[in-house]
């Protein structure tokens, strides 16, 4: 598997990278890949069926300049920045054949991270449809986003994360797991005791990354951006 330790200067470009990546695999086939990328400012990242005003303080989000984006696999809104490992993972599903049932591809790849984390995690458990969590509170969200032959998964992981951000700029979602039994953001959340470097070496050995891929898609990442995640039509379309 190729890996890709990239954060590229603004969250619509980490965005349209994740489906630039999946876009040439599913068109050329190329090797399945790992990239790992932080952002070191806060930005809400909205799902793809999310609503920006049910899930979204906006007025506070302009106010204290945090931008706003929406990304293309579905999910609920987050919060990132500092201290929240973003991971992507562009899968074979002609390979992996299992993967192409949701709630199948969904508990296999959180067993595979939750092996990988053991040792400093060896509490992790996966609830709801895709949380990884300490005993009841999460620490990882994933979402997936699917093509005919490729998957992409992305993946969250709060390691050193100012946890009180959430609830000053996410509202309280309304579709909620039932483990979370309606406990408010402060209460449901939690840091892993980890560290990034560690965590991604982890994360290459579970996935065996060890290909750098250097050449990729920068041409087709910039007219993402353009034509969809930099465009107020495509981040407040619901």
């Known amino acids: ?15 349209a990278l994740d489906e630039a990546l999946l876009s040439e695999a599913e068109r050329a086939g190329s090797p399945e890949t790992l990239r790992v990328w932080e952002t070191p400012i806060p930005c809400v990242v909205l799902g793809y069926f999310c609503r ?3 899930d979204v303080n906006v007025a ?31 899968l074979d599903m002609r390979r992996r054949p299992a993967l192409r049932d949701v709630g199948r591809s969904h508990a296999q790849i959180l067993r595979h991270i939750s092996e990988a984390i053991s040792e400093k995690a060896p509490g992790t ?11 009841e509170r999460k620490f990882s969200g994933n979402a997936q986003r699917r093509r005919r032959d490729w998957l ?5 992981i709060l390691y050193d994360f100012d ?9 309280e979602p309304a579709r909620q797991p039932d483990y979370r039994a309606t406990r408010s953001h ?25 290909e750098p891929l ?12 353009a034509e969809r995640y930099a465009r107020p039509e495509w981040i407040r379309r619901r």
């Not at 402060?186 to 060890?210: E, K, V």
Request: hydrophobic content about 40%; glycine content about 10%; charged content about 25%.
């Open 125 to 135: 458990v996966h609830r709801g449809i895709s949380d990884l969590c300490l005993g």
């Open 186 to 210: 402060g209460d449901f959340i939690t840091n892993l005791s980890a560290d990034a470097p560690w965590l991604i070496d982890r994360l290459r050995t579970a996935w065996d990354a060890r």
């Open 1 to 15: 598997m190729r890996f890709l330790h990239l954060t590229l200067p603004t969250p619509e470009e980490n965005l």
């Open 60 to 90: 506070r989000c302009d106010a204290d300049g945090v931008a706003i984006r929406r990304r293309v696999s579905g999910g609920g809104t987050v919060l990132i920045g500092r201290g929240c490992l973003n991971f992507s993972l562009v």
């Open 163 to 171: 946890l009180a951000q959430v609830s000053r700029y996410l509202r």
């Open 152 to 156: 992409l998964h992305h993946g969250t």
């Open 214 to 225: 250097a050449d990729w898609p920068r041409e087709l990442t910039a007219r993402l951006v």
């Open 52 to 54: 920006l005003e049910a």
